[in-house]
């Protein structure tokens, strides 16, 4: 289920925006979508069967609070 804007924001490498993204089983092809460049680095990394059984994933997400340095509480 995972969408292309949620593909690029795990960081795939992106060739030309909205027509070639990296792929990361061949490294010298393209997908024409962020998915399945996605699919093809999730499947580099765990395994086809893992991309097959589509398990549970949590998105944790991040903010910058501060860029003095300085801890802060927000």
Known sequence: EITSEDALREGIKVIDPD???????????????????????????????????NPWVWVIKFKIVSTTGKPCIE
């Not at 089983?25 to 393209?30: A, F, I, L, R, Y």
């Not at 399945?36 to 990394?45: A, D, E, P, V, Y």
Request: proline content about 0%; glycine content about 8%.
């Open 19 to 53: 027509e070639a993204y990296y792929d990361y089983m061949q490294e010298c092809g393209s997908y024409y979508t962020a998915r399945g460049s996605f699919s093809s680095l999730w499947i580099k990394i765990s395994g086809q069967e893992s991309w097959n059984d």
